[in-house]
């Protein structure tokens, strides 16, 4: 949606060790529970994404929680479809170990040069992602992604 109304859609979120994907030895990870919302994932080009994180606890220390918005290109033709993500932006939003039970907020403006309203036609598609980013100092990286719709109104 290019341009048009918008519908407000707010995501909670629980990352946990049985939460993830993509983990070889479940067992080796420190224990941790982070919770937290999107205000919204249909998002006013014009407007901040916006919401909150908080770390009820974690086993290991952190060592930082990013955001990192991410443009993803696909184009198909006869032969199949080409995809290519382009991290367009990188925000740390805590340092160090963050004190348990303590709200963090979220808030990510979307830069005028490298992002543009959602765009998917028949065999060419432009959208976006946000990745919270949680590094733990045990070197343990913790990715949680969530699709983004931008539009103008």
């Known amino acids: 949606p290019q341009k048009g109304k918008l519908t407000p859609s707010p995501v909670d979120f629980t990352i946990t060790p049985e939460t993830l994907q993509n ?6 990870l420190p224990k941790f529970l982070i919770r937290g919302h999107l205000n919204s994932t249909n998002c006013v080009i014009t407007q901040p994404l916006t919401g909150e994180l908080v ?15 991410v443009r993803v290109e696909t184009c198909g033709c ?6 290519d993500a382009t991290e367009i932006q990188n925000i740390q939003i805590a340092d160090g170990d963050v004190c348990r039970s303590l709200s963090v907020p979220i808030h990510m403006v979307f830069p005028r040069l490298f992002t ?4 998917e036609t028949t065999n060419f598609k432009v959208e976006f992602e946000v990745n919270i980013v949680v590094l733990l100092h045990a070197d343990h990286l913790i990715t949680e992604n969530f699709p983004l719709k931008l539009c103008r109104v």
């Not at 543009?116 to 765009?119: Q, R, V």
């Open 23 to 28: 983990v070889k030895e479940r067992a080796l």
């Open 55 to 69: 770390v009820e606890s974690s086993e290991a220390a952190i060592k930082s929680i990013e955001l990192q918005l």
């Open 78 to 83: 006869a032969e199949g479809y080409a995809r």
């Open 116 to 119: 543009c309203p959602t765009l």
